[in-house]
């Protein structure tokens, strides 16, 4: 069951990495494009074993520590789109306190937009996206060692469509 979030967790962080507000934030701090494309590509090559992983896991701990590492590294994807997110929101607030300059919103809005600016100060945006890269890359050089195949894992079997209705025609 977890691994099916962590499937959707994927698939939700490419819907948000493709989002205008991501495309937005790398043209205002002029990232580089090629930045978070190699971020989406390294994300695909795992989520195309993952599968694979998800079998395995119950007979390899090696792959069920694999996937903790991917699980840990999604998380932290989701919490710097989070970042973008805030970064958006204060900034959508601070356009519409300037059009009230002067008033006491204004000024208590200064105050904590200050405080909320503070991870992104800490460190470049850019170079934690080089650093969620280069985790990235370790994690899908892994996979190969584990033994783990893109679009591999068991297939359910195939069954015919069962009923509780009565075929006639064998009465």
Sequence with gaps: MAEALLSAS??????????????????????????LNDLKRKFLVVLNVLNDAEVKQFSNDLVKQWLIQVKDAVYDAEDLLDEIATDALRRQIEA?????TGSRTHQAWNKFSDRVKAPFATQSMESRVKKMIARLEAIAQEKDGLGLKEGGGEQPPSRSPSTSLVDESFV
Excluded at 96 to 100: E, F, L, M, P, T
């Design 10 to 35: 994927l698939q939700l962080l490419f819907e948000r990495l493709a989002s205008q507000e991501v495309a937005n934030f790398i043209l205002r701090r002029k990232l580089s494009q090629k930045l």
């Design 96 to 100: 519409a306190a300037d059009s009230q």
